[in-house]
């Protein structure tokens, strides 16, 4: 299979081949042809399995095909809604790259950073916006942009805006764009309230799932190293000094844990920033691209802050703590062994979190080796079953708390 036989045209195709890609993986071999065809999408995939080019891709091409010269300023022909600032930069950079050969043009608003440059490129006009919910509606609310003649809407890791509570800002775009447009819904998990979601959006939609579970079995090894909750710390400078690891991307629970770890591996002699929810856009634009660029060794991540973080050949993951709600850990890992390539996630779990560590278990339907290391075991023994046990069926997943809780969290 190629790009060229999904019916892309050699200007996309020629893109792609520029980036280094030189076949689709499986959500873009199932997702550009019916997006091509002008069908509505419904498509589970987790960051990391190619699903932005699935969708920008497609996109490009049908704006490109039905594009007449523009008279005046440009409609807003494409919007596509992301939940965090950072995936809505790089899905904007994905449009730019793979769109370098058409005479198309694209934007992306955000808040965290001055409204006014935005308000003067979408003046001047664009095809493709791309924004975050509340930054959109700003533009609205000034008269800066106009949805009245989209074409295509695509809602990105919907599960995940309904987390952090943006339904309501959702529904009051949706009631600003034509009824009759194209459709895409993005999410790792098709929940009853995504169903729901999509049920009252979508018509007669093309059905595409990648199941993360293959994909985190796979692509990555992965470890747990029994611990005092009260060494981990103590424990994870060990590891990066010790095994000289350059680029560790680091998850725990809350913007004042991130905080608070990453200034203590400073003190250790590590380079490390924090990224989450409080931090300005601009400081965490820079602790990206530090850590991209092996400035910084380690950075460390809320969940909410990591979502959607796409960064090359990133050799492992570190759970600090394990995530409340077992289907974050298989986000969190996906962050590395990208495309094919090895990866390894790491978690450091103390006796106190050995039921997340069965749930865990029990969701990816297999057992995670454990390995004590020399010094750092536990005062209290983890429980056996908690992970050498074999997997049991799985459960049905509990409710997530409310969303103002898990933003404040994160």
Do not use: C
Not at 86 to 103: C, F, M
Request: glycine share 8%; net charge positive.
């Amino acid at each position: 299979m190629s790009f060229q036989s999904l019916g892309l045209t050699a200007e996309l195709v020629r893109a792609v081949a520029e980036k280094g890609y030189t076949a689709p993986t499986p959500i873009q071999t199932q997702a550009i042809p019916p997006i091509l065809e002008g069908r509505d999408l419904m498509g589970s995939a987790q960051t990391g399995t190619g699903k932005t080019a699935g969708f920008t891709l497609p996109i490009l091409q049908r704006l490109n095909s039905s594009a007449a010269k523009p008279q005046g300023r440009r409609a807003v022909r494409a919007l596509i809604v992301t939940p965090t600032r950072e995936l809505a930069a790089q899905v904007a950079q994905s449009i730019e790259d793979y769109g370098k050969w058409l005479p198309l043009k694209s934007t992306v608003v955000f808040g965290g950073v001055s409204i006014n440059p935005q308000k003067q490129k979408l003046i001047r006009g664009v095809d493709i916006l791309v924004a975050t919910p509340g930054r959109l509606l700003d533009h609205v609310g000034q008269r800066s942009v106009d949805l009245s003649q989209v074409e295509l809407l695509v809602l990105d890791e919907a599960d995940r805006m309904l987390d952090m509570g943006f339904i309501h800002d959702i529904r009051r775009i949706l009631k600003l764009l034509p009824q009759q447009k194209q459709t895409l819904l993005f999410s790792a998990t098709f929940s009853a309230e995504i169903r729901k979601l999509a049920n009252g959006l979508l018509k007669s939609p093309a059905l595409v799932e990648v199941s993360p579970r293959k994909i985190t079995v796979d692509a990555i090894e992965q470890v747990v190293h029994p611990v005092d909750k009260a060494r981990k710390r103590e424990l994870l400078s060990f590891l990066i000094g010790s095994n000289d690891w350059r680029q560790v991307l680091v998850f725990g629970r809350t913007k004042h844990g991130a905080n608070r770890l990453a200034k203590q591996l400073v003190s250790d002699g590590i380079d490390a920033a924090a990224i989450h929810g409080n931090k300005s856009q601009g400081a965490r634009t820079r602790a990206l691209a530090d850590f991209k660029s092996g400035k910084l060794r380690v950075l460390v991540a809320t969940d909410i802050a990591a979502r959607g973080l796409d960064i090359a050949q990133l050799p492992r993951v570190v759970n600090f703590e394990l995530p409340n709600v077992a289907e974050d850990y298989v986000h969190r890992i996906g962050r590395t062994g990208r495309a094919g390539r090895e990866g390894r996630a790491i978690s450091l779990v103390s006796p106190d979190e050995s039921k997340q560590l069965k749930d865990i278990q029990r969701l990816i339907n297999r057992e995670i080796p454990s390995e004590a290391i020399a010094g750092y075991h536990p005062s209290k023994a983890m429980e056996k079953t908690a992970v050498n046990s074999a997997p049991q069926a799985p459960k049905r997943r509990r409710r997530r708390g409310s969303s103002s809780n898990r933003r404040a969290a994160a």
